[in-house]
């Protein structure tokens, strides 16, 4: 009974509020601001500062030293492989070579060119050196005092090629070989094919 008492009432406070003799509570719902969110400021980043290398062409040097002058020149020249001629700086280099042509025995290429000369110059520690030099068939030979040279040849060698020089010279004989005038026999064949005769059918 108590339970259908409270049904009952329940209802009516229902049916009222639907029909107005009854006021719902307001329901007051408080503004909510969303907590300011701070991002990262990159307006002033700066990049960092990158270094390209210069390829840009360097400034000619000036020279310190003045043009060294040509005092003397001289040249005679045939056109036909002769020739001479001497040559002086201003610093006390000079050049002197000549020239012509030679025939060798029996070379079918034609005559070869004979040179000679001398040079000089003045080194950096003060002293003119000289170089006196021949090109030929034997090839270019340099002479001067400041060229290196070859070593001297040992005695032992000396010695040794003056002992071999002593003997006679020793001649291998010649060996005659027996089978130089071998001549393979020459094959005769007797065998001749037989001939095919062709019967005619009559076809």
């Known amino acids: ?16 509020a639907s029909y107005g ?21 990159y307006s002033s980043y700066a990049a960092p500062e990158v270094k390209t290398a210069s ?8 020279l310190k030293k003045a043009p060294i ?10 056109n036909y492989g002769t020739f001479n001629f001497d040559h002086l700086s201003g610093d006390g280099t000079s050049v002197t070579e000549e020239g012509h042509l030679k025939s060798l025995p029996g070379d079918l290429e034609g005559p070869v060119s004979v040179m000679s000369g001398a040079y ?14 021949t090109a030929d068939e034997n090839g270019f030979r340099a002479v001067g005092d400041h060229l290196p040279t070859p070593p001297p040849v040992p005695v032992e060698l000396i010695r040794a090629h003056a002992e071999a020089a002593a003997y006679p010279s020793y001649e291998a004989p010649l060996i005659r070989s027996s089978y130089a005038s071998y001549e393979a026999p020459m094959v005769k064949s007797s065998y ?7 019967v005619s059918s009559g076809y």
Do not use: Q
């Open 1 to 16: 009974m108590k339970l259908f008492v409270v049904l009952a009432v329940c209802v009516a406070s229902a049916c009222a």
């Open 21 to 41: 003799g009854y006021s719902t509570p307001e329901i007051k719902v408080t503004s909510y601001e969303a907590p300011a969110v701070k991002t990262a400021s």
């Open 192 to 198: 001749s094919a037989p001939a095919i005769r062709v």
């Open 120 to 133: 000089s110059f003045l080194g950096d520690d003060g002293v003119t050196y000289k170089v006196t030099w």
């Open 69 to 78: 002058p040509i005092v003397r020149f001289n040249l005679n020249d045939d």
């Open 55 to 62: 390829y840009g062409y360097a400034a000619v040097p000036e």
